[in-house]
């Protein structure tokens, strides 16, 4: 299942050093825990859009959402996504793969 992630974390797979112009945002936050927020109200809203704000200015963003959809990550900020947009991303491709075989 090919997942398109809307333009909008990725974890390095590799030890290899990237140049600095397309390493991935997350590589080195000042707090690792940021992308991996506890729930998804209150304060932890605050995390993700501050998760997200780095997503966004990463080179790697459309790559590491879709790694993240095709791996089911379940958890965290990925590719710009929080946990309940990665969800409804995979319902409604199921949804839409369903509709388009009936």
Not at 60 to 84: F, K
């Amino acid at each position: 299942m090919k997942f398109i992630v809307p333009t909008r974390h990725y974890a390095p797979t590799s030890t290899k050093a990237a140049p600095a112009d397309t390493r991935p945002a997350c590589e080195n936050p000042d707090d690792p825990d940021l992308f991996f927020p506890n729930g998804n109200t209150g304060p932890a809203l605050l995390q993700i859009a501050e998760a997200k704000r780095l997503c966004a200015l990463c080179p790697r963003l459309v790559q590491c959402g879709n790694d993240a959809l095709e791996r089911g990550e379940e958890y965290g900020v990925w590719g710009g996504l929080s946990e309940d947009e990665r969800r409804a991303l995979r319902r409604r491709t199921a949804r839409d793969q369903f509709t388009d075989a009936a």
